[in-house]
């Protein structure tokens, strides 16, 4: 079965606006990430959240672990949060580290 | 400060030719290190990790190797490449029980 889910898979905002993005998984974790890449390919860690809520600047983020959910809020958005946002895990059963993605939410935001 | 850098950026390469990508993570000893495809569309999949010199692990069979000859150098390799291994390449890196860190990849393209 699907081990990590995003959605929503598409999102379109008018710049200023706020948003929620959600991160479903399947089982324990020892590791959860945030990232959002940029139209170069770039990969960019936001979060890495494992459990709790941590904030920085605009973006938020919080992880329920044992409802097995992550969020990732955005507010007042910019054009420059435009991308792919992904969420990544490494479930307690793997070692070494090795994260499982999503296929990833797709942020664009019209000026 | 830790940097990791990824070579060449962009690679065209006929079918049956051979491959080398490679991998350099510095500021960090005895990391983790990780080879990741994102093909068309949008999920990353784990290729190859790597715990320390000359130990390698896959994650799913296919048409590339990997090895490790220095503590923080990652290469990826074929001997002979097939259209399907088309694609954006990403190595990353994580020291202890921490997040990971990407690089910025290398797009291929197998013509």
């Known amino acids: 079965g699907i081990q990590v889910e995003q959605s929503p898979p598409d999102l379109i905002l008018q710049e200023g606006a706020n948003s929620t993005l959600r991160c479903n998984f399947s089982?324990?974790?020892?590791?959860l990430q945030w990232f959002h890449q940029n139209p170069w390919g770039q990969l960019i860690n936001l979060f890495y959240i494992p459990s709790g809520t941590k904030q920085n600047g605009r973006l938020s983020a919080t992880t329920v672990a044992t409802e097995r959910y992550s969020l990732l809020y955005i507010s007042s958005s910019q054009t420059t949060d435009s991308g792919v946002y992904f969420c990544?895990?490494?479930?307690?059963?793997?070692?070494?580290?090795?994260?499982?993605f999503g296929k990833g939410t797709k942020l664009s935001v019209k000026p | 400060s830790q940097t990791i850098h990824q070579w060449p950026a962009t690679l065209v390469q006929p079918v049956g030719s051979p491959l080398s990508l490679e991998c350099t993570v510095e500021g960090t000893s005895n990391p983790n290190l990780y080879w990741y495809r994102q093909a068309a569309g949008r999920g990353l999949q784990l290729l190859f990790y790597?715990?320390?010199?000359?130990?390698i692990s896959s994650e799913v069979p296919q048409n590339l190797s990997a090895s490790r000859p220095q503590d923080r150098q990652f290469i990826l390799s074929s001997k002979k490449l097939l259209l399907s291994d088309s694609g954006f390449y990403l190595c990353a890196w994580r020291s202890g029980r921490t997040e990971q860190y990407f690089g910025p990849g290398t797009r291929l393209t197998v013509t």
């Open positions: 089982d324990s974790v020892n590791n």
């Open positions: 790597s715990v320390g010199i000359g130990q």
């Open positions: 990544a895990v490494e479930f307690s059963w793997r070692s070494q580290g090795n994260l499982i």
